[in-house]
């Protein structure tokens, strides 16, 4: 009694069914299937297991994650990292201003001794001990014939001017955006920049440290922005779609002020315009930057 008990389930498992597909009008047999309960649990199963598969695949590797609810927005990883960017050149900032904030400090309080000088790697000598009277004749007659010469000279401003462009350089220019240039700097066309062609959307970053002078839209150069640098020096980039800084704000070399595009009329496609101007006068960028 006890066997048969155990081997009805088997039996039950291993009972055959057949499924058809009869035509209604004529009950013609069109498609059969021979089936059993382990057959129809097992591929059950296996379709259970699949969809589940899918389903997680599609949700790990895929932005799908992102629409649901409470896991968070795509474009939050972006502004994560622009914020990322930002705190890091605040902290730079406030760590700076700490130094100056306890140097204020030493010196209104007095802990400054400013009977001692502050010895330096390169004072390998006391400038105590130089006597500036002791000058040997030749010196004497050199420094004579010099000072004949800049008094008849005629071209001190365009001294100061080369003393200028010199040092801008010497400074360290950062790359504005990353592409290759299809115009090149022609004053004589009257194209006080060149054309560097990106891809659109692309980052556009100071190529120095500076102050944003103007951030504006204009009918031919479509959105622009210019940004005063040290010794006089100003850079300028056109044909943006975006802006991403105001007018009055402080920038680091490197950081993002606007993005690629092609507003104004003057534009022929994703690109950016950039110029170097001086005193009044336009630079040619790539006698400064290597692009």
Do not use: C
């Not at 013609?28 to 021979?34: C, D, G, P, R, V």
């Not at 930002?86 to 400054?112: C, F, H, I, P, Y």
């Not at 000072?147 to 200028?164: C, V």
């Not at 490197?254 to 690109?271: F, N, Q, R, Y």
């Amino acid at each position: 009694m006890a066997e048969g008990l155990k081997t009805k389930p088997n039996k039950n498992l291993k009972n055959k069914f057949r499924f058809v597909v009869l035509n209604d009008e004529t009950f013609e047999e069109k498609f059969s299937l021979s089936l059993t309960r382990t057959n129809v649990w097992v591929f059950l199963s296996v379709i259970s297991f699949t969809l589940i598969f899918l389903t997680a695949s599609a949700i790990i590797y895929t932005p799908l994650k992102y629409f649901i609810p409470g896991f968070g927005d795509y474009n939050y990883r972006g502004q994560i990292l622009q914020l990322q960017f930002k705190t890091d050149s605040m902290q730079e900032a406030l760590n700076a201003r700490a130094v100056w904030l306890e140097d204020v400090a030493n010196v209104a309080s007095g802990n400054v001794d400013s009977t001692k000088p502050k010895a330096t790697a390169k004072s390998k000598f006391d400038k105590s001990q130089i006597n500036l009277n002791d000058v040997k004749p030749e010196d004497q007659e050199l420094r004579k014939q010099v000072e004949e010469e800049e008094n008849y000279a005629l071209s001190y401003t365009a001294n100061q001017n080369s003393g200028a462009v010199d040092e801008v350089k010497r400074m360290h220019l950062m790359d504005p955006v990353e592409g290759y240039v299809t115009d090149e700097y022609n004053k004589q066309a009257e194209h006080y920049g060149i054309d560097i062609a990106a891809k659109q959307d692309a980052p556009v970053v100071a190529v120095l440290d500076g102050k944003v002078i103007s951030a504006s839209y204009t009918l031919e150069t479509g959105y622009v922005i210019e940004i005063q640098h040290k010794n006089n020096l100003v850079s300028i980039y056109k044909h943006n779609s975006k802006l991403v800084k105001k007018a009055g704000n402080f920038v680091k070399t490197g950081e993002v002020i606007a993005i690629v595009g092609s507003t104004g009329e003057l534009s022929t496609g994703p690109h950016l315009h950039f110029e170097l101007w001086q005193e009044g006068k336009s630079l040619n960028p790539k006698d400064y930057i290597v692009f």
